[in-house]
C-alpha cells in the first residue's frame, strides 16, 4: 500500500526575484500576545530538553514569516521527548501522555480524489497561562487506505523569539507534508513566505 514519503534530500527552490515594495496588510504577520507570551516561556522551559523537539502548527508557520492564524501551540518530538516535556511542564498538564488516534477535518486532495487523514501519536495537553499547548511523540499520518507513514523526524531550524532560542519544524517538511496532502493553498502561504524573507534579508 502506498503511503505518504518525505523526502531526505533537499530540493532546489527556484524563486523569482521580486522588487521592492510596501508589505501590503495581509502580509503583516503577528503572534497574538498570549501565544507569544506561552512560546517564550515553553521555549525557556524546555531549553535543557535532551530529546529532540520543535514547535510545530501554525505558531511555528508564524514565527517563520507564513500568514496563517493559530489558536493553540503544538510541539513535535518523540515518544521519549513527550514524557520528558511533560515532566518539565507538569505544573500546567491537563492531559497525561496517552496514545491518540483521530480525524483531523481537513481531507486529503490526492489524484483529484478526496481521502480522509487521520493522524496518531503520544500526546499530552497542557494550559500555558490560557494558551493551549499539544505535545505529540512519534507523530504519524495516514491517508485514506493507505498505510501509515513513518513517525515525523526532523533537524529543526531555530529561531530567537524575543531573545530565546526556540527550535521549529523546518518550512521545507510542512511544505512537503502539504503538497503530499495535496493542499496546495498552505504550500503557497510558505511559498509567498521564503519569498518575501529573500528579499528582505538578501
Not at 500500500?1 to 531526505?8: K, T
Not at 493551549?132 to 526532523?154: N, S
Request: charged share 30%; with cysteine.
Amino acid at each position: 500500500m502506498p503511503a505518504l514519503r518525505l523526502s531526505d534530500k533537499p530540493k532546489h527552490v527556484s524563486l523569482p526575484q521580486i522588487e521592492s515594495r510596501i508589505p501590503k496588510p495581509e502580509e503583516l504577520v503577528v503572534l497574538s500576545k498570549p501565544l507569544l507570551i506561552a512560546t517564550i516561556m515553553v521555549g525557556k522551559a524546555l531549553m535543557d530538553c535532551t530529546n529532540k523537539w520543535a514547535i510545530g502548527g501554525d505558531v511555528a508557520e508564524v514565527i517563520s514569516g507564513v500568514n496563517v492564524h493559530p489558536d493553540h501551540i503544538a510541539i513535535l518530538t518523540t515518544r521519549e521527548g513527550c514524557d520528558e516535556i511533560t515532566r518539565n511542564l507538569a505544573g500546567y498538564q491537563i492531559e497525561p501522555p496517552l496514545n491518540v488516534e483521530r480525524e483531523i477535518e481537513r481531507d486529503a486532495k490526492v489524484d483529484l480524489k478526496l481521502r480522509k487523514v487521520r493522524i496518531k501519536s503520544y500526546t499530552a495537553r497542557f494550559d500555558i497561562h490560557g494558551s493551549r499547548l499539544d505535545v505529540h511523540g512519534d507523530l504519524q499520518i495516514k491517508v485514506g487506505d493507505w498505510d501509515w507513514g513513518d513517525p515525523l523526524d526532523f533537524e529543526p531550524d531555530y529561531i530567537y523569539v524575543v531573545g530565546v532560542k526556540v527550535p521549529i519544524v523546518p518550512l521545507k517538511m510542512k511544505s512537503e507534508i502539504y503538497t503530499g496532502l495535496g493542499w496546495m493553498d498552505r504550500a503557497s502561504k510558505i511559498h509567498e513566505a521564503v519569498k518575501r524573507s529573500r528579499h528582505m534579508f538578501g
